[in-house]
């Protein structure tokens, strides 16, 4: 996760993006990617949603990547770890949702 957001760190540093990256801003731009992604689903059945065609599974990694880079932006921003945030919430969801 760490080496990941090197990587975003570098590549916002570069071109001056860090002005831009507010937590706001950057929790928009993920709603965004987010909904791009549900786009690519609108209208598929279940079962085309289940196995796309090369294509459409390329396209859905693309947003895919775009959502993950948001997301750890957003949380390097805050000074969170979206894995240990996970790891959070999937302990309450146990606790809420007993198997």
Known sequence: MEKLQAEIT???????????????????ALTVETAE???????MTEQESSQPTREVLSHIEE???D???YLTTLAD??????????RRKLRLNEEKYPA
């Open 77 to 86: 921003s805050l000074n969170l770890n979206p894995l240990d945030a996970a």
């Open 10 to 28: 570098s590549f916002v540093t570069k071109r001056n993006w860090r002005k831009f990256h507010s937590p706001k801003n950057l929790a928009m």
């Open 63 to 65: 947003e895919i990547g």
């Open 37 to 43: 992604l549900l786009e690519i689903f609108q209208w």
């Open 67 to 69: 959502v993950m880079i």
